[in-house]
């Protein structure tokens, strides 16, 4: 019997069993440093593989909503998989060694 | 020059807010009398200003010392003062949520009294609210 959810919801499901993180990024325009700061980090995760880790860049203001869901107190903030994990923007160092022992559990 | 009466006038605040400013160190008398009478100049008028319409913004004293001196500071950008007002909007958005959340459990609570003539040690309101504290007491929730 043919899945009812379609061939794209099979294509999602094989993606998401492929992607093992989601790491979204809030900050709000206008703050070249942090800029700098999340291009930084947005090269470490994306040296770790695109295929294991995904990286969303949200604006704060537009997301307000899903930012006070996740508990985001400041404007610049991490989630991972839904679940803030930094209250503002880690250190390189901090961030691989998360991303990693994300990977590795 | 004014007198903290006359800047507490024309500010709309009391003379007691006016000290209690001072002692944040949020406003500063421009000089005192030789009997040491607290003059202000006009731009105490401003400041005073500043720190209600701040207040209304939701910012406390403290909040406002900190904007305050990122206007004094020559390092601080625009940017930095916005990103305080982001950081108070997000603040406020957790309390609205907050407040969702408890006024959704009265309303509940106030849905389940249908019948208003019970007597008071019948009251479901008080009965739910008594399994409450049970439940939290106990380690269920």
């Known amino acids: 019997m043919p899945d009812p959810r379609g061939i794209g919801n099979q294509y999602y499901e094989i993606r998401e069993r492929c992607v093992v993180i989601q790491t979204e990024v809030f900050s709000t325009s206008g703050c070249g440093e942090c800029a700098k700061v999340r291009a930084r980090l947005k090269a470490i995760a994306e040296a770790m593989g695109h295929d294991k880790i995904t990286w969303h860049d949200i604006n704060i203001l537009d997301e307000m909503d899903y930012a006070v869901a996740l508990g985001v107190m400041s404007v610049s903030a991490v989630a991972i998989d839904g679940r803030l994990a930094f209250s503002s923007l880690p250190s390189a160092d901090t961030l691989r060694a998360e991303l990693t022992k994300r990977l590795s559990a | ?141």
């Open chain 2, 1 to 141: 020059m004014l007198t903290i009466g006359k800047v507490a006038a024309r500010a709309g605040v009391s003379i007691d807010a006016i000290r209690f400013y001072e002692k944040e160190g949020l406003l500063r008398p421009a000089q005192k009398t030789e009997a040491r009478y607290r003059l202000y100049e006009e731009a105490a008028l401003r400041r005073i200003r500043f720190i209600k319409q701040a207040q209304h913004c939701g910012f406390t004293l403290a909040e406002i010392r900190k904007l305050l001196e990122l206007e004094k500071g020559d390092a601080a950008s625009c940017n930095d003062v916005r990103n305080v007002a982001i950081a108070k909007k997000l603040q406020l958005e957790h309390k609205i949520k907050t407040m969702k959340i408890m006024s959704q459990a009265l309303s509940e609570l106030i849905g389940i009294c249908d019948d208003e003539t019970k007597p008071i040690e019948e009251c479901p309101i008080l009965e739910a609210l008594e399994t409450s504290i049970t439940k939290y007491e106990s380690g269920v929730w």
